[in-house]
């Protein structure tokens, strides 16, 4: 394995572990074990596509207002693989959020509409060399979006503590804030045309409301864990 392959592996893992690195790669790296007509097949095998992804599953609120109390969200992709390592996507999705503090305040209601677009890397073609038939795949991803979320806040009485996203510039007036995904699917190729995964993401908010206390959490992240699968055209 040359210095410049070896150098693509330690950007990647370093993403991997929640640091941005600039992501390097060379098409005469070379795999170690692997001879050169293999090799060359490989490269050769390589088309590019488009494919489309839904998924379904549970958030988690993360701020001062959060008890352990999960939500639901979901999503539609468009996705795009341009080169074998890697590739992005597109996503719209729906989502509710819950929480609670120091049981007083009580979120009565959270939900958003989202949309973030992703860079995707192929992390185990960038380890294992490209291979087309592989069947397990490991993706790190991040990403810029946004929420336009609705909160309502309740006092232990049950009386308006705080009401955030009705006269905003959003949907229906929902309050828009900037979001950074940075996730990890785990996948499973079915076939050539179906994928199921297991997608789990952190995603930062560039707000300290979204939970409707201003506090000791500079912003607030919400995390989802989901299901779902892609179709490749």
Do not use: C
């Not at 040359?2 to 990647?12: D, E, R, S």
């Not at 490991?138 to 006269?167: C, F, M, T, W």
């Not at 000791?216 to 892609?230: R, S, V």
């Amino acid at each position: 394995m040359n210095k410049l392959n070896l150098l693509k592996v330690f950007l990647i893992v370093a993403f991997a572990l929640g640091v941005t690195p600039v992501f390097a790669q060379s098409e005469d790296a070379e795999v170690k074990g692997v001879d050169t007509e293999v090799k060359l097949d490989a490269k050769r095998g390589f088309e590019k596509y488009f494919y489309l992804s839904g998924d379904f599953g549970l958030g988690l609120l993360d701020g001062e207002n959060t008890q352990f109390k999960l939500g639901y969200n979901g999503h539609l992709g468009l996705g795009y693989r341009f080169d074998k390592y890697v590739g992005l996507k597109l996503n719209v999705g729906y989502g509710s959020l819950n929480g609670g503090f120091d049981n007083s305040i009580v979120i009565d209601k959270l939900n958003y509409f989202e949309t973030n677009i992703n860079l995707t890397f192929d992390l185990m073609s960038v380890i294992l060399g490209y291979n087309p038939d592989r069947k397990f795949a490991v993706e790190p991803h991040i990403g810029l979006g946004q929420i336009q979320y609705r909160l309502n806040a309740l006092n232990s009485d049950g009386g308006l503590y705080s009401k955030i996203g009705y006269e905003d510039n959003g949907i229906q007036g929902r309050k828009t804030v900037a979001t950074i995904p940075m996730g990890l699917d785990l996948s499973y190729a079915i076939n050539k045309r179906w994928v199921v995964y297991l997608d789990l993401v952190a995603n930062y908010a560039d707000s300290d409301l979204v939970e409707s206390i201003n506090g000791d959490y500079k912003n607030d992240w919400f995390y989802t864990f989901n299901l779902g699968a892609n179709y490749r055209f």
